[in-house]
């Protein structure tokens, strides 16, 4: 169980996050739905220890951070490393012995190449790919589906399955509904820093229709297309 009290965070005088309350259990997987800009990717450096904040977060680790792994929205990658020595890499930083890379390499990217030439959802596959490697009991994905091919998006669905029937923590977010619905337990809706409704999934439909409400209003028929 990780808790989180009261957190808020500013940049300068613009307040980004306002007094966040979120309890994660483990063996679930939590979703956060916001448009751009909302808070999503703050609120996550902030629990991944990447940020200074105000509040408290508690969990049973300690420190945190060197149970978690973070998938960020974009991946970042030294310009001459391979994707092989960047698994090696967060291996090593989490003591881990050698494994077989190649059994391990679910996605078939290529190892050898480096990691700064891969596309994007390449990079994506190959961060999520090494955090999975480090056995981190909490898991934090920022908009994992984002540039990822169909097919991609299917097995990084049954990951996100699999984590949970093995008792993992796992928060997600998106800026698109449909991309939680398959995955989560439960959604809470952020908007302008404030978590302003949650919902488990016998809910989810109302909530998507809340969502919709307010976000698309009456802009396609400002339009005028006909």
């Given amino acids: 169980m990780i808790n989180i009290e009261n957190l808020s965070k500013s940049y300068g005088g613009h307040q980004v996050l306002k007094g966040i309350n979120l309890s994660l259990a483990a063996g679930q997987v939590h979703g956060i739905v916001g448009e751009n800009g909302a808070g999503k990717t703050t609120l996550f450096k902030c629990i991944a220890g990447l940020e200074d904040y105000e509040g408290s977060i508690q969990s049973a680790f300690n420190p945190l951070k060197n ?11 030294f310009s001459k490393i391979t994707g092989r020595e960047y ?12 494994t077989d890379l190649d ?4 996605f ?20 999520l790919t090494a955090i ?23 097995v990084i669905t049954e990951i996100i399955q ?5 008792g993992k923590t796992v928060l997600i977010s998106s800026h698109i509904f449909s991309t939680l619905n398959d995955t989560c337990d439960r959604i809470y809706l952020l908007k302008e820093g404030l978590f302003v409704r949650q919902a488990d999934r016998d809910g989810f439909g109302d909530l998507e229709a809340e969502m919709r409400a307010f976000t698309v209003g009456d802009r396609v028929a400002r339009l005028g297309l006909g």
Wanted: aromatic fraction near 8%; proline fraction near 8%; hydrophobic fraction near 45%.
């Fill in 67 to 77: 149970h978690l792994g973070l998938l960020p929205t974009d991946p970042f990658f």
């Fill in 87 to 98: 698994l090696l890499l967060l291996c090593n930083a989490r003591l881990l012995p050698p």
């Fill in 103 to 106: 059994a391990k390499n679910i």
């Fill in 108 to 127: 078939d990217l290529p190892l050898n190449q480096y990691a700064s030439t891969y596309s994007t959802g390449m990079k994506k596959k190959l961060a």
């Fill in 132 to 154: 999975l490697l480090q056995n981190n009991e909490v898991f934090i994905l920022d908009e994992p589906f984002n540039g990822v091919d169909i097919h991609s998006n299917m």
């Fill in 162 to 166: 699999k984590l949970r029937s093995l």
